[in-house]
């Protein structure tokens, strides 16, 4: 089964597995990346809240 | 400041480009030791930048508290320290799996990995003395002495000593300039990237030290201690 699968990856000739897969680690970087500002934003959003809960 | 917008959304422009292009660039090919690895540059090297220019506004805050006495200068102080102390923590576990691939070992006591590794211990010791004092006016002004002194051991350990002997790092004795930014030394190519890292990264790590600046103030104004 995950040899059949790995086969299928290998058969791709899409953009992620060119130039050594470089892609493919690029957009997992990415998607990190991405991940951590939404956290770092969503928290920034709850510390506002409560700066104008305190506020009132 | 604290709450503004648009430095945050640059911050994630520059790493979302630094992140992406980071990776595409076309990076010079030397000899075969190094290859794509150079690519860390743009990763493990402004964590370092970053560390200097965040510990560099906890002293200036430190210095600030010294004056005025001012429990919200302390409070910056010592979140920029914390997160300048995470950044050379990051720089240093990414150097050591750097130097593990490049140089075969990720511990081969270089004097800049050494320097480095000292100049954190001293940081250490702030959180240690921070956490040892329970009058906060006294720990104010305690941790805002060491923090000027050990921004100053930064000298020594990082930008003098590591110069004066041979070094794997770029920039030791017999090899001129900078360690770390060699204007001469990078192709055009990678300036491209690594002047926006420097900055992206150092942007998010104001943003992570403004959260705990926050959150700490709402922590003081509630005990009414502003």
């Known amino acids: 089964m995950f040899q059949l699968l790995q086969a299928k990856a290998v058969d ?37 809240a409560l700066e104008n809960n305190a506020k009132d | ?44 090297v402004p964590m370092w930048f970053g560390m200097m220019i965040l510990l560099f506004v906890s002293l200036v805050y430190a210095i600030k508290y010294l004056r005025a006495a001012n429990p919200v200068h302390d409070t910056y102080s010592m979140a920029y320290a914390s997160t300048g102390l995470l950044f050379g923590f990051l720089g240093i576990v990414t150097g050591a799996f750097w130097a593990n691939y490049q140089w075969g070992s990720p511990w081969v006591g270089d004097p800049k990995q050494n320097g480095a590794a000292i100049a954190l211990l001293i940081y250490f010791a702030y959180f240690v003395l921070r956490g040892s004092l329970i009058d906060t006016e006294k720990r104010a002004r305690l941790s805002a002495v060491y923090n000027i002194f050990s921004f100053f051991m930064l000298f020594p350990t990082l930008w003098i000593l590591p110069r004066l002997t041979e070094s794997l790092h770029p920039g030791g004795q017999g090899s001129d300039g900078n ?34 600046i926050r959150v700490q103030l709402l922590k003081l104004k509630k005990e009414g201690l502003l």
Not at chain 2, 28 to 34: E, V
Not at chain 2, 181 to 209: E, H, Q
């Open chain 2, 1 to 44: 400041m604290l709450r503004a917008r648009w430095w945050k959304i640059l911050s994630i422009i520059l790493l979302v480009y630094t992140c992406t292009y980071g990776f595409l660039v076309k990076v010079p090919k030397l000899d075969d030791r190094l290859q794509e690895s150079i690519r860390n540059f743009f990763f493990h």
């Open chain 1, 12 to 48: 791709n000739s899409g953009i992620m597995v060119q130039q050594g897969k470089i892609y493919l680690v690029m957009t997992i970087v990415t998607i990190i990346l991405v991940g951590l500002f939404i956290y770092v934003a969503s928290v920034d959003k709850k510390i506002t």
């Open chain 2, 179 to 212: 360690p770390g930014l060699n204007g001469k030394d990078m192709s055009a190519n990678m300036r491209t990237v690594f002047y926006p890292a420097v900055i992206g990264w150092t942007l998010l790590g104001v943003w992570i030290s403004t959260l705990h």
